[in-house]
Every structure is written in C-alpha cells, then in structure tokens.
C-alpha cells in the first residue's frame, strides 16, 4: 500500500511556530510534496523533497529522511492567515501520480 | 501569475445525466491531470494526460469517465452517467513537466459538481 500519515488538527498561537509531521510507506514512493490548501479552495504547492535533508522557504520549511518515510514542514512566525490545512503528499516512483495524506488542519490563535 | 482555470464553479445534475467538466491548463503546461475530493475526504487522483493520451487513471476512473483535449487549450472530464457517489469537488491540474523532475501540480479551483 501507499499509506500517507498525518495528524488532523494542530492548533498553535500566532509568531510561534508548528511542525507538521508526515510518515509514509518507503517502498513506491520518488518524493514529497507538501501543500497548503483552505477551506473549499485548491491546494497551493509550498515545497518538493526529493532528496533527504531540509529545504527552506522563507517561513516554511521541508524535511524528509527517506529510510525513515518520514517528513516535517515547519512553519515559522505563524500568521492567522497560515490556518488552513497541510496536505502531505507523495509522488509514486513509476509514473506521475501524487497521493495525498488527508492533510492536518491547523488554526492559529490570537 | 498564470493559473488554471475551471468551469463552471457549481454544477448541479439529476442521476443519470451526463455532465461535462472544463478545464483551461497554463499554457506552456504539458501535463494534466483530475482529482476529485469527496466533502471531508482525501484528494484522490482520477487519470493523467501527456502528449494527448491518458497516461495513468486511477480505478475510480471506469468506463463512465472519459477526458479530453479538443483544442490547444481546454481538458475536459466527461462523466457519462453520473451517480450520487460522484458528488464531490473536481479538480484539474497542470505542470510543465513531469513532477519527478521538481516540477509541481498547479490547481484550478475546482468545480463542485452535486448529483441528485
């Protein structure tokens, strides 16, 4: 199977910061991507890992270790407008398709 | 910034009915692809399309969907006879090229398509 796991709600206090973990299964998958999507809108790409280690983007951050199957995104200097859900999501090795983990819903508080 | 777009936003169909989703890719885009996400659920992959041909489809994909490139700008997802499992938000996507190679899926806002 290709499981994506991911926790369904965090909730975390504006300025401080969240790290949103995914694990997956090692086998059949090339990388991973994380998106941001809101509330009935379309998913917008944040970051691509491929290889392991951390990518930053300026508040976000991605990381992936893939003996591990595991994941983070890190989101610093948290804005209220960071609430929204995160969708880990893995792209299979043969061919093009993306599957996506059922995203974890964070709110940020005042 | 370009994006994809899609229309209608709603659609509203009786069971049974065909219905007929529209897409309009990035256009220096050359892959495309439909997910749909039931209220609540996961995104899940339908089917991609590279070079004018379905490249994966997924097992929700059956016989009664097909898609469509009938012009250099529209992808189109026909439902032949919709059931009320169908009901869900339907998004087309596009990339530049193959997402191994570091380039990520850009999403239209979808179309939420309801049965009845």
């Known amino acids: 199977g290709q499981n994506i796991d991911q926790p369904t709600e965090m909730t975390a206090t504006e300025g401080a910061i969240v790290q949103i973990n995914c694990t997956y299964q090692?086998?059949?998958?090339?990388?991973l991507f994380w998106y941001q999507q809101h509330a009935g809108e379309a998913p917008t790409f944040l970051s691509y890992?491929?290889?392991?280690g951390l990518e930053e983007k300026g508040r976000f951050s991605s990381f992936l270790s893939r003996s591990k199957g595991y994941s983070y995104l890190l989101l610093k200097e948290l804005q209220m407008k960071d609430s929204a859900s995160y969708l880990c999501?893995?792209?299979?090795?043969?061919?093009?398709?993306?599957?996506f983990g059922g995203g974890t819903r964070v709110l940020v508080k005042p | 910034e370009p994006e994809v777009t899609q229309t209608p936003s709603h659609q509203v169909t009786q069971m049974g009915q065909e219905v007929i989703l529209r897409c309009v890719p990035i256009?220096?885009?050359?892959?495309f692809y439909w997910y749909r996400q039931i209220l609540g659920q996961k995104v899940e992959f339908l089917v991609s399309?590279?070079?004018?041909?379905?490249?994966?489809k997924s097992e929700i994909f059956d016989d009664q969907f097909s898609v469509e490139r009938p012009d250099g700008s529209n992808f189109t997802l026909k439902i032949r006879s919709t059931k009320l499992e169908d009901s869900a938000m339907y998004f087309c996507?596009?990339?530049?090229?193959?997402?191994?190679?570091?380039?990520?899926?850009?999403f239209g806002n979808g179309t939420r398509l309801t049965v009845t």
């Open positions: 996507a596009s990339s530049k090229e193959d997402p191994r190679a570091n380039s990520p899926l850009h």
């Open positions: 090692t086998s059949g998958f090339n990388g």
């Open positions: 890992n491929v290889l392991d």
């Open positions: 999501v893995g792209l299979k090795a043969a061919g093009n398709k993306l599957t």
């Open positions: 256009s220096n885009h050359l892959y």
């Open positions: 399309f590279y070079n004018n041909e379905i490249s994966e």
